[in-house]
């Protein structure tokens, strides 16, 4: 027998140890209780599954319910019996809760099943012991219950170099380990020996606090006469010496790295009662179905170690200690450091339950209240862990969970030495467990998101899936089907070789996704076979490497299918032709014109430099370099922009398209005009209800809504007129179009170039007066001059603009030009709509949050809901006000209806939803302005997005102009109903 060398850890403390009381005694067997309860999760990880029924016979040691998983155990019957039920029953938990048990009652008669002992258990291999060991039923019986045979495959992970037997039992009061070594000393040692076999250690020390002489004693006598290598470490008594990394510590001087486990680092430990529960099951084929527990405590009259059946009722064993209920003040689950309090006694023993401490209020008495931290420190230095508990506290209480983490919250090991040394008894191991569970609560939460996020992705792969080959069906369909049309036998090639596209389009669109598919579960499955590589999860190991082959196959099947596909269906000669020549010629314009403003922007910058320095020579050459660039880049704009015209010009018509465009143009001027009749008809409705005069005017009309509505009706039922009137307008329209297209967007960027810098000027002088600078130091900077010269451009625009604008244009049937600035325009402002009411619906929300919260007005107040509510609801009201505004000003016969009609029922309306609806135009007119002097600004700072730019700006002057018009019929009803009055 050799003795180990003894290293130390942090802190510590000696609280009483109390320890004497249960060894008075000899070990007692308590008798059989009425009804066992066993609970399926006796153990850390899945409950185990039960095997029996209500009303089954069972014998001693037969096995009741098997694992759940891999991280599970079974169970087995402690006695024969019946079953008499499988129901949720209160447990031994420190949140009270209840869980699912067999109750067994017993018949008396302790009647064996057969058992059958591992006799060539040496001889065998490891795996098929560590399974007979989990169909034992053995788990750790000195910690958190972990499955041994789990325990055991994981200390292969790494090169094993010390094997530790924990033996310290450093907890006050609890003495059912050093009973167990004094009275089962060979078993422990055969035990030892058996699973240093298994795990292949040969360092093999036993750690035992000196305050067990006689079990210390008892180990050197056996070691010695078996002359074994196995050494014993008596280590000084100090709390918490037994906790798994402070006893690896203390033995081998290596310390456990955060969020690391003992294997690790190669080192494995055990306790003492699983080594003895390990040899009665190899040597004799006994389960696990008892266990040492003390009885101890003020409460008792016999304090003592008792060997219990797995089951038993704690009040039973109380019963068997001559408890005194008078004096019992808390019953006590485990030792007065780590334990915790029972709210019954009616819980049974499980397999991890070593000691019930019945105290009386002498001896517990209850704690002190909580007081302020006075910053001492003695928390930190009675740590064992090395940890901050004063800032875990902190962190803790304002609930800042990542720095918690980042601290090492999860290396407490909840031995309660912090909350034993607190002069302001601060119970810190119940905010540290309290912020573990939320952080665990936080951490499944994600996972469920992550699961519910995967489910969420793969549903929508599925769907956009399924819609790609219904698509992919309805061309094909489409494509069998005769064409109605005829056409000549030259234009029949030329149209069947696009009909190509989208069906291949469409299979590889299909390819796509289900490659896109087969990659992401093929992740998935990766993940989940590496996961159960690191855990050694045996059971999910094969399955799921037999997924992952499947899955790699029918991925890879499926990219040979996409690269099969043709690239590119066939396009005719001309097409392509035309669209290579197009789009390059375009691409260049835009470059070009990009390039006239940038260059324009460095020369507006030297030029002002010069003025600052002009003796600069460098400064007049790159000016004179840039000018000639910007000279040749105007050049290259004029080319180019006749080009496109010329192509314009020379592009064939496309009629078809055309006329389904004026096609569908006529029928949504039917479904209009169809909407203004009935309109009519309510208003009719209403002016006859209250005998309004302007009956005669709604009727007459009515009459024109009905004739124009009758008028489109019969227009849609001859379709072909509508396409030959549409083909000859668009060739008429569409020239005139092309060659202004340029024209006026030029016009409109100069416009916009115009107003920013009379806005500019005028900002600047303006803030030259705040400044304080008089008339005559303003009239001497350049701003009052800049400024006359961009309004002088500003009006010769304008009034060249206006002077076009009175020369009539070509007016068709079929030309529409504001028809798609005025869809775009409603789609958006649906969008905006939404938002705005989604912002509504989002700060009530919130405030009604507030108030659930019990916030008063005040503070509710202070917070930024309100403040949002407002500004949502405003936003809201200008959206609905733009809703009403006409969508353009050229008036028709259904137009003059509806404005009639508008008029009519405004009579009708109170006075006050007029008001109303003058301040939402007044609303809605004051963020147009808004809306237009933030795109002016763009305008000035991004040239090269001048396009689009000016197109926003075409659009809001529009709302501007539709609302200023709308407002002012509102202002002239509301007069005229003033007056009435």
């Known amino acids: 027998m050799q003795t180990a060398n003894i290293f130390s850890f942090h802190g510590g403390i000696h609280p009483p140890e109390n320890k004497a009381q249960s060894l008075q005694l000899p070990l007692g067997r308590p008798s059989l209780p009425s009804e066992l309860i066993l609970p399926l999760g006796q153990h850390i990880g899945q409950s185990s599954r039960p095997l029996v029924k209500v009303g089954d016979k069972v014998l001693k040691g037969e096995t009741i319910a098997i694992n759940n998983g891999f991280l599970s155990s079974f169970l087995h019957a402690p006695t024969s019996g019946t079953i008499a039920a499988i129901e949720e029953r209160l447990i031994a938990h420190p949140s009270g809760l209840s869980d699912l048990c067999i109750i067994l009652t017993p018949d008396g008669n302790e009647t064996w099943t057969t058992l059958e002992p591992l006799n060539n258990w040496q001889n065998i291999c490891k795996t098929d012991v560590l399974a007979y060991l989990s169909e034992m039923g053995i788990i750790g019986?000195?910690?958190?219950?972990?499955?041994?045979?789990?325990?055991?495959?994981?200390?292969?992970?790494?090169?094993?170099?010390?094997?530790i037997i924990n033996a310290a039992e450093c907890e006050p009061y609890i003495t059912a380990d050093d009973m167990l070594i004094r009275e089962k000393t060979l078993e422990l040692v055969l035990g030892i020996e058996m699973l240093q076999h298994l795990v292949e250690a040969d360092n093999v020390i036993i750690g035992i606090e000196d305050n067990k002489p006689t079990a210390i004693a008892a180990l050197k006598t056996v070691l010695t006469q078996r002359n074994s290598?196995?050494?014993?470490?008596?280590?000084?008594?100090?709390?918490?010496?037994?906790?798994?990394?402070?006893?690896?510590?203390?033995?081998?001087?290596?310390?456990?790295?955060?969020?690391?486990?003992?294997?690790?680092?190669?080192?494995?430990?055990?306790?003492?009662?699983?080594?003895?529960?390990?040899?009665?099951?190899?040597?004799?084929?006994?389960?696990?179905?008892?266990?040492?527990?003390?009885?101890?405590?003020?409460?008792?009259?016999?304090?003592?170690?008792?060997?219990?059946?797995?089951?038993?009722?704690?009040?039973?064993?109380?019963?068997?200690?001559?408890?005194?209920?008078?004096?019992?003040?808390?019953?006590?689950?485990?030792?007065?450091?780590?334990?915790?309090?029972?709210?019954s006694a009616a819980v049974p023993i499980v397999k991890t339950s070593n000691c019930i401490l019945a105290a009386s209020k002498k001896e517990l008495p209850p704690p002190a209240p909580e007081q302020a931290c006075i910053r001492c420190g003695m928390c930190e230095q009675a740590c064992p862990a090395s940890l901050l508990p004063q800032q875990l506290l902190w962190f803790s209480k304002s609930q800042e969970f990542e720095k918690a983490e980042h601290h090492n919250l999860f290396d407490c090991i909840e031995c309660g030495a912090c909350s034993y040394v607190c002069p302001?008894?601060?119970?810190?191991?119940?905010?540290?467990?309290?912020?573990?569970?939320?952080?665990?609560?936080?951490?499944?939460?994600?996972?469920?998101?992550?699961?519910?996020?995967?489910?969420?992705?793969?549903?929508?792969?599925r769907q956009e899936a399924e819609a790609a080959e219904k698509e992919a069906k309805r061309l094909a369909r489409q494509k069998a089907a005769p064409s109605k049309a005829t056409e000549t036998k030259k234009a029949a090639p030329a149209k069947a070789a696009p009909t190509a596209t989208p069906t291949t389009n469409d299979e590889s669109k299909k390819l796509k996704v289900d490659v896109a598919i087969a990659k992401s579960k093929l992740k998935k499955l990766q993940k989940q076979l590496l996961e159960a590589q690191e855990n050694e999860h045996v059971e999910e190991i094969n399955s799921l490497q037999l997924q992952v082959t499947d899955q790699e196959k029918a991925l890879a099947s499926l990219?040979?299918?996409?690269?099969?596909?043709?690239?590119?269906?066939?396009?005719?000669?001309?097409?392509?032709?035309?669209?290579?020549?197009?789009?390059?010629?375009?691409?260049?314009?835009?470059?070009?014109?990009?390039?006239?403003?940038?260059?324009?922007?460095?020369?507006?910058?030297?030029?002002?430099?010069?003025?600052?320095?002009?003796?600069?020579?460098?400064?007049?050459?790159?000016?004179?370099?840039?000018?000639?660039?910007?000279?040749?880049?105007?050049?290259?704009?004029?080319?180019?922009?006749?080009?496109?015209?010329?192509?314009?010009?020379?592009?064939?018509?496309?009629?078809?398209?055309?006329?389904?465009?004026?096609?569908?143009?006529?029928?949504?001027?039917?479904?209009?005009?169809?909407?203004?009749?009935?309109?009519?008809?309510?208003a009719l409705k209403k002016a006859e209800e209250i005998n309004a005069p302007e009956i005669e005017a709604i009727r007459q009309q009515l009459q024109e809504a009905q004739q124009r509505a009758d008028d489109l009706e019969k227009a849609l039922a001859n379709p072909e007129t509508v396409m030959q009137k549409a083909e000859s307008t668009s060739a008429k329209a569409e020239p005139a179009t092309n060659l202004d297209a340029d024209a006026i967007k030029k016009r409109k960027i100069d416009l916009a170039i115009a107003k920013a810098?009379?806005?500019?000027?005028?900002?600047?002088?303006?803030?030259?007066?705040?400044?304080?600078?008089?008339?005559?130091?303003?009239?001497?900077?350049?701003?009052?001059?800049?400024?006359?010269?961009a309004q002088d451009k500003l009006a010769a625009l304008e009034k060249e603009q206006a002077a076009e604008t009175t020369t009539p244009p070509v007016t068709t049937e079929a030309s529409a030009p504001g028809a798609n600035i005025d869809a775009d325009a409603a789609k958006k402002r649906k969008i905006d709509l939404a938002i705005a009411k989604a912002g509504i619906k989002k700060a009530e929300k919130n405030i009604q949050l507030l108030k659930d919260q019990g916030k008063d007005e005040s503070e509710i107040e202070a917070s930024e809901w309100p403040k949002k509510l407002i500004e949502a609801q405003?936003?809201?009201?200008?959206?609905?006000?733009?809703?009403?505004?006409?969508?353009?000003?050229?008036?028709?016969?259904?137009?003059?209806?509806?404005?009639?009609?508008?008029?009519?029922?405004?009579?009708?309306?109170?006075?006050?939803?007029?008001?109303?609806?003058?301040?939402?135009?007044?609303?809605?007119?004051?963020?147009?302005?808004?809306?237009?002097?933030?795109?002016?600004k763009r305008l000035e700072s991004s040239p090269e997005e001048a396009d689009s730019i000016n197109q926003e700006i075409a659009s809001t002057e529009q709302r501007l102009q539709s609302a200023e018009i709308l407002l002012e019929k509102l202002i002239h009803s509301q007069t005229n109903m003033q007056e009435n009055r």
């Open 141 to 163: 019986m000195g910690g958190a219950g972990f499955p041994t045979q789990v325990k055991l495959q994981g200390a292969h992970k790494n090169p094993l170099t010390h094997f």
């Open 229 to 343: 290598k196995i050494q014993i470490a008596v280590v000084p008594t100090k709390y918490p010496s037994g906790g798994e990394k402070q006893l690896i510590q203390l033995l081998t001087g290596k310390e456990v790295p955060s969020g690391q486990y003992p294997a690790d680092i190669g080192v494995l430990c055990q306790n003492v009662g699983t080594c003895v529960a390990v040899h009665d099951a190899i040597t004799q084929g006994k389960p696990l179905i008892s266990r040492f527990t003390t009885l101890t405590g003020d409460a008792l009259k016999s304090p003592q170690n008792v060997e219990v059946l797995l089951g038993t009722p704690v009040e039973h064993l109380l019963e068997y200690a001559d408890s005194e209920p008078k004096k019992l003040s808390r019953l006590i689950m485990g030792g007065p450091m780590m334990g915790y309090t029972l709210d």
């Open 424 to 461: 302001s008894s601060i119970p810190l191991v119940q905010y540290y467990r309290h912020t573990k569970s939320s952080i665990r609560e936080a951490r499944e939460a994600n996972v469920k998101s992550d699961l519910a996020k995967q489910r969420f992705e793969a549903r929508k792969a």
């Open 559 to 682: 990219e040979d299918q996409l690269s099969k596909l043709p690239t590119d269906a066939p396009i005719s000669v001309a097409d392509t032709a035309a669209k290579a020549n197009a789009a390059p010629a375009n691409d260049e314009l835009k470059k070009a014109k990009v390039d006239v403003a940038l260059i324009g922007v460095k020369l507006k910058k030297l030029h002002k430099q010069l003025t600052e320095t002009p003796d600069d020579e460098e400064l007049k050459d790159k000016i004179a370099t840039f000018e000639a660039d910007l000279k040749a880049a105007q050049e290259t704009v004029s080319k180019l922009g006749a080009t496109a015209a010329s192509n314009a010009n020379t592009a064939t018509p496309e009629p078809k398209a055309a006329a389904s465009d004026e096609l569908k143009k006529r029928k949504i001027d039917a479904a209009i005009a169809k909407a203004a009749v009935k309109k009519v008809e309510k």
């Open 757 to 789: 810098g009379v806005k500019k000027a005028e900002k600047n002088i303006l803030l030259l007066k705040e400044q304080g600078k008089d008339e005559a130091e303003i009239n001497a900077s350049e701003w009052p001059s800049k400024l006359k010269e």
């Open 874 to 936: 405003q936003k809201l009201a200008a959206l609905e006000a733009e809703e009403t505004t006409p969508a353009t000003s050229v008036s028709t016969p259904v137009e003059k209806t509806v404005d009639a009609v508008a008029d009519s029922e405004a009579k009708a309306e109170p006075e006050m939803d007029l008001a109303n609806q003058i301040k939402k135009e007044k609303i809605a007119i004051a963020l147009a302005k808004a809306q237009i002097n933030k795109l002016n």
